[in-house]
């Protein structure tokens, strides 16, 4: 064999187009008296990748101020299970996003019109706090109605459980998606020993008859783009759920 036929060249496109994507996380709740807030990778991976990619990104929550990164997904967390987050990490002490997490943007600051994305992070508090956030459902589905790349990852896609558009019919209705399975839903209660969450995203999808809900193997990466829907099943999708979010913003 040809020692030169083993050469393998890559140049992937490093230039995109110039946009702006609002990342939203939630505001910190009480689970079973314990404090819960986002995780932590479903936010920074995707900021730190839209940075890379040129474009302005902000963040936000429904409640503004500060929020925090559940501790389970805390990379400086000792008892946390991802000590190897260096993105996080970084996201944390940087001198200008660091600071986002202690003053974050209300949604009622945001004008859909300034963004061409929505990105969602999933975690501890979500299905707590975005199950009756009517302010939130309409934020959501006035970025999506209005042509904007729409994003959800993990245990933020349980927007999809409620948001409505304005002809009434959900979101979710004719869209293939994903989000946090039964079968990772099994994986946390073992962990903790008890049932974490009263009630699951993939449940509550299949009860849907006009939507159609995937999921892949337990903690598998898997991300589905549906025209401007993009949903990830897990913080280990997130990368592939921003890779998604930029090819569909460079169309």
Known sequence: MNEHENIIRRQPKHMYPKKRVLCLVSNASLLHGISVGFFAEEMTRPFFDFIQ?????????????????????????????????????????????????????????????????VCVAGGGAPLLTFKDDEKLHKLIADFYEAGKITCLICHGTSLLLWVKLSNGKLLADGKTWTGFADSEEDIINKMFGMTVNDYTIETEARKNPNTKFEVAGPLEPFAVRDGRLITAQQQHSSFLASQLVIEALSE
Request: glycine letters at 10%; charged letters at 25%; a negative charge.
């Open 53 to 117: 990619a040129g474009y302005d990104v902000d963040l936000c929550s429904p409640k503004g101020g500060e929020v925090k990164f559940d501790a389970h997904s805390d990379p400086e967390n000792p008892d946390g299970a991802y000590p190897n987050d260096l993105i996080s990490i970084g996201f944390r002490h940087h001198n200008v996003f660091g600071k986002l997490l202690q003053n974050s943007k209300t949604i009622e600051e945001i004008d859909i019109n300034n963004y061409d994305a």
